[in-house]
């Protein structure tokens, strides 16, 4: 797992139109790990995968695929990495066959209808085979994106939105999926919207915004020290202000009066629950009851953001 | 890998096999427009007009309306074949295969090329029907139409890679391309023409293609075939330069 597949070193990108796109980003990713990148749109997700994969040109830095420089040796960087892209850009007059048999030709391979067979089988896709592009739904469409990205076997996967527009289900069977391609020992990339997604399946995440990488971490790390957790006290009666002996802790009202909420840093030796809830009763509030809540990674991600645009 | 072969395969086979798709438009349309022409010029005014160089008129116009076909089909073809996945975002995939850009120029034109060929063989066989075709130089005129159909299939590819929309798509071919094959003696000797208008059709290139192959099959042009096949040359080597330039340049598919 320690192994550095890609090393991106000081990469940046400015569009023609003067948009910069990435600036000086450098990251490693690792062999064999599944490797989230979250970000708002337009903060550079999309041009990082493409300048990797050689369909955007870098403006300046360096990548380095498994040994290889991405432009000098653009064959074999080339032919280790499948593309799995945000839209549903795909020829809709050839058959899914056809469609997915095009894409291992183009990445050098001799066909070999036996494997493209096993790919279509495993995203369920066997029996469109023989169907039209056109014909598939938005779904469908995005399996077969799938099985053109795996027709060469490739060992490192980008997925540019993988589940973008996907129904629940299907979503949960792609997770699926991609844990199995990276026990099978494929390293996986992918962006992703749905910071769910990220937090279901990666194990390390990465944050950009306006080109820049704002953190990368293991998802349980970033978890735990970005993590806050809050406990909630649900009071029988309302109380119409904080009382001041209660002032020190950090306790938020409800529009109702009905209840406190306290923030804490779980990685705190002490979190003060126990002084706060002895403080409650010496007031007088009786208790309701008592709810936790740990903030998500959606929460640290808008407030990596939110912080990230204010300087 | 140093050459992927099995890359160049994949996007000539793809091209061809829309060849086959859209039979009906690539090789019947065009089989039929020729027919009609042969009706009306060759059989029709034919008969009105005398023979040029010695040859009947019908006969006489055979090789302009190959080159006529030969050049509008080869644009259309190829620069369809490289605009349909710029405009439907397919080509993510082919500018991310290993492929060199050598390789997938050549398998666009060469398939764009190979249709154009096909073309051609097929409306030398329909002429056969109407008129009386004989070929001097065989080889001459095999060679000229394989220069000709990939000098214009890499000309289509041009316009193609530079078109933002079907409308630029259309505009050389309709505007440019037609009128040019029309009044470069295509369906008659420039000797036919007033003084000031054959000065003016000696600055039209496709006169001297149609002459070249006028040549290959009765022996007769208005030109010595040295200056058919070095303006051939000459155009050919002029569009690689352009698209090796724009495909450096990475326009309109690279950023």
């Given at each position: 797992?320690s192994?550095d597949?890609?090393s ?5 990108k400015t569009?023609?139109?003067g ?9 490693n ?10 970000g708002?749109n337009?903060?550079?997700k999309?041009?990082?995968?493409s300048?990797i994969?050689g ?7 360096k990548?380095d695929?498994?040994?290889f ?16 892209p945000q839209?549903l850009?795909?020829e809709?007059?050839e ?5 997915v048999?095009?894409?291992r ?8 209808p ?8 495993k ?6 085979k023989?169907?039209?592009?056109r014909?598939l739904?938005g779904g469908?469409k995005?399996r077969v ?11 490192i996967l980008f997925?540019?939105e ?8 299907l979503?949960?069977?792609?997770w699926?999926?991609v844990e199995?391609l990276?026990?099978?020992g494929?390293?996986?990339?992918l962006?992703?919207?749905?910071i ?8 390390r995440?990465?944050v ?9 971490d293991q998802?349980?790390?970033?978890l735990?020290?970005?993590?806050k957790?809050?406990l ?5 009666e309302k109380?119409?202000?904080i ?7 950090d ?5 109702n ?5 306290y923030?804490?840093d779980?990685q705190k030796?002490?979190?003060g629950i126990?002084n706060?809830l002895q403080?409650?009763?010496?007031q007088?509030?009786?208790l309701?009851d008592l ?5 998500t990674?959606e ?6 953001v ?6 | 890998m ?6 160049f395969?994949?996007i000539?086979?793809?091209?061809m096999?829309?060849?086959r798709?859209?039979l009906?438009q ?13 009706i009306?010029f ?6 009105y ?7 009947s ?6 090789p ?5 076909t ?9 620069s369809?074949g490289i605009?349909f996945?710029?405009f439907?975002g397919s080509?993510?995939?082919?500018l ?5 850009t050598?390789e ?9 090329a ?6 051609g063989?097929?409306i030398l ?8 075709v004989s ?6 005129m095999?060679?000229?139409?394989v220069?000709?159909a990939?000098?214009f299939?890499?000309f289509?590819?041009?316009?193609g ?5 079907f409308e630029?798509m259309?505009i050389?071919?309709?505007l ?9 003696g295509?369906l008659y ?8 208008w054959?000065?003016?059709?000696y ?6 293609l149609?002459?070249g ?6 022996g ?9 096949i ?6 050919l080597?002029l569009c ?7 495909l450096?340049?990475?326009?309109t598919i690279?950023?």
């Open positions: 797992m192994e597949l890609i991106i070193n000081n990469l940046s569009y023609q139109n948009l910069k796109a990435l600036k000086n980003v450098s990251l990713i690792k062999k064999g790990e599944i490797l989230a990148m979250l708002p337009g903060a550079g999309t041009t990082l995968i300048i994969c369909i955007v040109t870098p403006s300046s830095g990548v695929v498994d040994g420089d991405i432009i000098k040796d653009y064959r074999q960087t080339r032919s280790k990495i499948g593309l799995v839209e850009t795909l809709n007059f058959t899914v066959f056809n469609n048999s095009f894409t030709g183009l990445y050098g391979k001799a066909p070999d036996k494997y493209i067979e096993s790919v279509l089988k995203l369920s896709l066997w029996d469109k023989d169907n039209i592009l014909q739904s469908m995005r994106l799938i099985a053109k990205a795996l027709s060469h076997k490739p060992s997925l540019d993988p589940t973008a527009g996907v129904d629940v289900e979503r949960k069977d792609m699926k999926s199995a990276r026990e099978s494929v390293t996986i990339i962006t992703t919207h749905y769910e997604e990220a937090e279901a399946i990666a194990d995440v990465a950009i915004n306006n080109g820049e990488i704002i953190v990368v998802k349980q790390d970033l735990n020290k970005m993590g957790k809050k909630r006290i649900d009071l029988h109380t119409a202000t009382p001041e002996s209660l002032s020190k802790y306790l938020e009202l409800s529009g009066k009905l209840s406190l909420t923030s804490y779980t030796q002490r979190t126990t706060l403080d409650i009763r010496d007088g509030l009786k309701k709810k936790t809540e740990e903030s990674l929460k640290i991600f808008v407030t990596l939110r912080e990230n645009n204010e300087n | 140093r050459i992927n072969y099995y890359g395969r994949a000539y086979l793809h091209e096999d829309r060849f798709r859209t009906l690539s090789l019947i349309s065009p089989v039929l427009s020729t027919s009609l022409y042969f009306v060759g059989s029709v005014i034919g008969n007009v005398q023979n040029i160089d010695g040859i008129y019908g006969s006489y116009i055979v302009g309306l190959i080159m006529l030969l050049l509008t089909q080869s644009i259309s073809n190829t369809f605009f996945p710029k439907n080509l993510y995939e082919i991310a295969a290993p492929i060199s050598f997938m120029v050549l398998a666009f034109v060469g398939a764009g190979t249709k154009t060929l096909i073309i063989a097929v066989a329909t002429s056969n029907f109407f008129v009386e070929i001097l130089h065989p080889l001459l095999v060679f000229l139409l220069l000709v990939f000098t299939a890499l289509g590819f041009l316009i890679l530079l078109s933002s929309n630029q259309s050389i071919p309709t440019v391309i037609t009128p040019m094959v029309f009044l470069g295509s000797s420039l000797d036919m023409l007033p003084p000031f054959q000065m003016v059709t600055f039209n290139p496709v006169v001297y149609i002459n192959l006028r040549f290959s099959f009765y007769a042009s208005d030109f010595n075939i040295w200056i058919s070095a303006s051939m040359i000459f155009f080597v690689i330069s352009v698209v090796a330039y724009v450096k340049k990475g326009y690279k950023s």
